[in-house]
């Protein structure tokens, strides 16, 4: 697989990036009026806050990628919904994996770009939800009834991330197993 430097570099600061949110999302909590925190909740909340905004810039960075048509194979790779030919060709693909056929990624990527795709869309939808939180919630906790909603949103899609997270660092280490080496070119350097 051929992908360039700035894909790579994207890559690895977005999977950085979640796993540092998801793994502060356990420590931290969110600031309630006359809540008291622990200096370890204090310090996962205000780092996740942080890196929440850079994750958001990179993914940024990301989504011009793609709208500028420098994406590896192209946008359609990534969101292949919009196409009768590539909607077919990863349904084909989901057909080989449910008979257990785990091609190399080389030759079978429709399936996996599809789930790359709905990854970026779940992290994109956390980093605007995590931004309108950065900016609606006041220090001593207090947030309007809007802001309370997104924050209820924001929660139900951790969990969502933690499962594709999950799903998508096990699916590379089948591939590493059955020794489909190429899976691990967007780490080349």
Known sequence: MKYGRPTRIL????????SLELLLSLVMKTPRPGRVFTPLQSFGYEAHKMVGMAVLVVLFLHW????TGHAYKGIGHFFPWFSKARTHVVLSDIRELLELKVADPE???????AIEGLGFVAGSILAASGAVL???IAEN????AAIHSVKDFHEFWGPVMWGYLGIHAGATMVHIGLGHRSILSIFRW
């Not at 906790?141 to 309007?144: I, K, L, R, T």
């Open 134 to 136: 950065f900016f609606g």
């Open 107 to 113: 030759q079978m990527d429709s399936f996996s770009g």
């Open 64 to 67: 011009i990628v793609f709208v």
């Open 11 to 18: 890559h690895a600061l977005i999977a950085i990036g979640i």
């Open 141 to 144: 906790g207090v947030m309007s």
